[in-house]
């Protein structure tokens, strides 16, 4: 079965400190990727996507991801997180071009404190 | 402002009773996905509607059925509600269903 897998259910860690979020998938062939967002009482947004191309993905509010093909990950990074960055991150996989539904994660809450 | 508007944003239900939350796309996307979140998980894929018909199906019983309208919205329905309906719905819209925008969702509480 196809199968989305987060690394941390729930990371804490401190203004300025370097966050990564993990993503390991299970599908063999050709994968659309994506990293969403969820903020306190707000819709799902969408951070970065990964299609085709150079596998590092720079997305929005300085967060990047690195496909690596080899290792079915696709982890999520940002330098130097702020306050604001608290909310719950999902990592999401679209497989092939027949495949139109987003296989979800179950979802890593991040709390950052001032 | 997520350019996809879901009704109502809140219910309470009954179980075996019938449900309709609605969603309207973004402007210029022609194709709408629902998805459950259920509370502490990712949301599961339930249909995708593209020219008014059911392109692609989750593992959801026939309880759950959609339709979609010329203009693109959309209605989710869910009869004989169970206890394990309660979640958060989700509606995503997109233009030929890749690049999805979702909605704030509807929550479901049956009781």
């Known amino acids: 079965a196809q199968s989305v897998s987060q690394h941390n259910h729930h990371v804490i860690l401190s203004e300025a400190a370097s966050l990564e979020l993990g993503c390991n998938y299970s599908?063999?062939?050709?994968?659309?990727l994506f990293w969403y967002v969820q903020y306190p009482g707000q819709h799902l947004q969408l951070l970065l996507k990964y299609f085709s191309g150079d596998p590092l993905v720079k997305g929005i509010k300085g967060f990047e991801a690195e496909f690596i093909k080899s290792k079915f990950s696709f982890n999520l990074r940002k330098p130097s997180v702020q306050w604001s960055d608290t909310a719950e991150y999902f990592c999401?996989?679209?497989?092939?071009?027949?495949?139109?539904?987003?296989?979800f994660g179950a979802g890593t809450t991040v709390t950052v404190r001032a | 402002d997520a350019g996809v508007t879901q009704s109502p944003t809140h219910l309470i239900k009954t179980r075996g009773q019938q449900v309709t939350l609605r969603c309207s796309p973004k402007s210029g996307h022609d194709t709408v996905s629902w998805y459950q979140q259920a509370l502490g998980q990712g949301p599961q894929f339930i249909f995708q509607y593209y020219e008014e018909e059911e392109r692609q199906r989750g593992n959801f019983p026939d309880r759950f059925s959609g339709h979609q309208f010329p203009n693109y919205s959309s209605e989710l329905n869910v009869n004989a509600l169970l206890l394990g309906d309660s979640a958060l719905y989700l509606c995503a819209s997109s233009p030929s269903g890749r690049g999805y925008t979702f909605g704030s969702g509807t929550r479901l509480t049956v009781v």
């Open positions: 599908y063999g062939g050709t994968v659309n």
């Open positions: 999401a996989v679209n497989v092939g071009s027949n495949d139109y539904k987003l296989s």
